[in-house]
Structure formats: C-alpha cells, structure tokens
C-alpha cells in the first residue's frame, strides 16, 4: 500500500497532504470535520487504497498545514480547490462536517475536476443563525473551545489531550471510548492539539456565512445525515431546505448515528456500503 506525505503551496501557503494508492487509480480526495486533520480518514485511506489514488488534505490551521490569516469557507473551499488543481484529473470528493460543506460547495461548480460529491452530516446551514441554533453546536463549540484554551495554557502533553476526548460523555451514552478506537481517539486528541486557535476566534455563522445554500448542485452529490437528536449537524429542517434546493438529491437518514458514523462501531459498516455504492455508482 504505497502512501506518501506530501505538501503544495497554495499561494504562499503550505497545505499538507498524505497520498494512497497506485497512480493509475480512480481519484479520491477525503476532507476533514473543523476540530479534526487528514489523519482521520487514514483507516478509510488505507481500505480504498487498493482501488483508488486516495488524497487526505489537512485544511490551513490544521494537522500539517500552515497557519493562515484568515480562516472561512471560502478560504477552506479554495484549499479543496487547490487541491483538485493539483490532482489534476476528475475527483471524487467525500467530506464530513466543515468537509462535507466544502464537498458541497464544490458540488456547486462546473469544474471539471470535480467528478462527484458525497457529503457526511454536513454543518450546510450553520451560516444561517436560526438554523445554526436549531443544532447542538452553538453550546457543543462553545465547551469546545473552553477546553483547547484550558489544555493549551497548561502546556498539557497528547496524553492529557487523548483523555479528554476518550472520557467525553457521548450523545448515546457512556463516553467515546466507548464508541470508537483507539486510532480514533488520538487523531482527534492530536488534531485538537495542533489546531490553530484562531480557526475559532470568528463566530461560527461568520465562518460560514459566505456560502451560498440557494444555489443548486451542479455535479452529481449524495448527502448522509445523521441523528438530530444525537448530535447530528445538518436536522431535520435541513433536509426541507436542501430539497427545496434540490428535489432529486439523494439523502440517507442514519437513524440512531451520532455526528461521527465513519468513526464509530456501530455505523462503520453501513457507511462502508454507502461509501462503496457512491464511489462506484457516481
């Protein structure tokens, strides 16, 4: 399984990114959640590797990637931008959460080099207020940040990081050690850890607010969603709006899925069919 960690500049800037698979293969590029890096798709990377050149991109500010000056959808959209350039041939593109909104506004273009689009629970409406306070996050971002500014004053080492996301209390009870890996855990601890701040001094509708939700999809997309009342961050009253959008999108409800299907034991296999079925059917 070939794999190597490369880096481009995009304008001034340097993006990290890790590669998978033969170079005659079918291309796929796996984008990020905002509190995550490329390292969370490396099981996924390295299963689809065996059919697929696939591409994991850490977005400006996080895992390997240069701290930025600004940091909002369209500067995280034109990271993805400058990553199908450099690809330079038709991309599948799967992202989840702030990926999953990238996914989409890529999915808006008439670019060639984007072949196809699912997005996982995308954060699609989180530049609207009344629809960002529909979600969760307003409450889940604002202990978020509380806790990566405590971790960062005390200097705390991975291990203190890794604990932190291993005893948070999940959504479907327990805590996430108990729904996920090992592996899991530490790219989240380790992606925390290396984020930049700054990626969070902007309220959240002001990072997304440039995006356009009234435009139609131009390339072929498929949309995951998730469980409202377990975190989910695209709802119910998402779904309406998208539709209204896009009438023939395809949607999939993961009934009972928290935020992280790709990520934890009780949802991994059914993404795996649905990720199959995309990266086949598309």
């Known amino acids: 399984m070939p794999m190597n960690d490369?880096?481009?500049?995009?304008?001034?800037?340097?993006?990290?990114?890790s590669v998978y698979g033969q170079p005659e293969f079918p291309p796929v590029l796996l984008l990020h959640g905002i509190s995550n890096s490329r390292d969370v798709w490396y099981d996924w990377a390295v299963e689809l590797s065996?059919?697929?050149r696939v591409y994991t991109l850490d977005f400006r500010g996080h895992g390997h990637s240069a701290r930025a000056e600004h940091y909002g959808i369209a500067e995280y959209v034109s990271d993805a931008e400058a990553t199908l350039a450099a690809i330079g041939a038709p991309t599948r593109v799967v992202g989840h959460s702030l990926g999953g909104v990238v996914a989409g506004a890529l999915a808006q273009s008439e670019s060639r080099l984007v072949h196809s689009v699912l997005m996982l629970d995308?954060?699609?409406?989180?530049?609207?207020?009344?629809?960002?306070?529909?979600?969760?996050?307003?409450?889940?971002?604002?202990?978020?940040?509380?806790?990566?500014t405590q971790l960062r004053a005390a200097q705390a080492p991975l291990d203190d990081w890794y604990a932190a996301v291993a005893h948070t209390r999940h959504p479907s009870g327990g805590v996430f050690a108990d729904h996920m890996g090992h592996r899991q855990i530490l790219s989240h601890a380790s992606a925390l850890q290396r984020q930049d701040l700054a990626c969070w001094a902007r309220p959240m509708q002001e990072v997304?607010?440039?995006?356009?939700?009234?435009?139609?999809?131009?390339?072929?997309?498929?949309?995951?969603?998730?469980?409202?009342?377990?975190?989910?961050?695209?709802?119910d009253e998402h779904a309406v709006l998208i539709q209204a959008v896009n009438p023939l999108l395809d949607i999939t409800h993961y009934?009972?899925?928290?935020?992280?299907?790709?990520?934890?034991?009780?949802?991994?296999?059914?993404f795996r069919g649905d990720l199959d079925r995309?990266?086949?059917?598309a």
């Open 6 to 17: 490369i880096s481009i500049d995009h304008n001034g800037l340097t993006l990290a990114l």
């Open 50 to 52: 065996a059919r697929y």
């Open 122 to 148: 995308p954060a699609w409406y989180f530049g609207l207020p009344e629809e960002f306070e529909r979600t969760v996050y307003p409450r889940r971002f604002e202990l978020l940040i509380g806790l990566i």
């Open 208 to 235: 997304f607010a440039t995006l356009d939700t009234t435009q139609p999809f131009r390339r072929p997309t498929r949309l995951i969603r998730c469980d409202a009342t377990l975190g989910a961050a695209f709802v």
């Open 255 to 270: 009934v009972g899925s928290d935020h992280f299907p790709q990520r934890t034991y009780a949802f991994a296999e059914r």
């Open 278 to 281: 995309f990266l086949r059917d």
